[in-house]
């Protein structure tokens, strides 16, 4: 097993990427601390397995994840792990956005990476570490009214790239998976989550990563599973990739590979 003895948190981890990565994570070994606002979903699946621990987090609070940082130590006596996978999709463009909206996607999209990293890297410093954050690939290329969220992917490459060499010395490795479309509930759970913020049936509309598959379409050519994420990060997380740190890896088909 790829991470027999690892104890990693995955943030965003009772939904789609996130509960697909909390699934292979502990098939290949890890102890998991699956963090969520999702308590009930989250419960559920941690519920009868002695390696999984859910710890209800906003990652948008510094003191929930100060906490969950804090009882992932306590419960399990470090971390070396970390997929971060929690996140909201709010649609808009710079005119139609307005300030409390942007700072929203931005502060959980984004500062959320700073916050667990901010939290985290300490406890991996002696022991060296992986941290893979799902950035996307509109934070690479532009679609249409998704400017806070593209901001928001775009801006986790500039902090991958800056922690991997800060921290590089300590062999912590930091690395972005950047995904195309995935068939997830991404959209809905926005607007279960975030009634404050969505206005109107299009401000989580289906964005790049939250299509329907097609299964009538080629496999490279269709939307793709949250399994399809988990298995690059587990690549990420694990010691095959203990020489490659700030780096962004795409994964979706051939999306971004064609010119129409």
Known sequence: MRLQGKTAIITGGANGIGRATTEIFLREGASV??????????????????????VATDVSSDA??????????????????????????IAGTVTSTEPERWQR????????????????????????????????????????????????????????????????????RFNAISPGAIATQLGANTSRLEPGFVQGPDSTAQDGETPTPAATKPRLLQSGKPEDIAQAALFLASDEAAYISGQNLVVDGVLTCSAT
């Open 33 to 54: 601390v699956i963090a969520d606002r999702d308590t009930e979903t989250g419960l559920a699946l941690a519920q009868g397995d002695e390696r999984a621990l859910f």
């Open 64 to 89: 929930s994840v100060a906490e969950l940082v804090r009882r992932t130590v306590d419960h399990f006596g470090g971390v070396d792990i970390v997929v971060h996978c929690a996140g909201v999709a």
């Open 105 to 172: 996607v931005l502060d959980v999209n984004l500062g959320s990476l700073y916050r667990i990293c901010h939290e985290v890297v300490p406890h991996m410093q002696a022991t060296g570490g992986s941290v893979v954050t799902i950035a996307s690939v509109q934070g690479m290329f532009g679609w249409p009214n998704w400017a806070a969220y593209a901001a928001s992917k775009a801006g986790m490459f500039g902090l991958i790239r800056q922690m991997a060499v800060e921290y590089a010395s300590d062999t912590i």
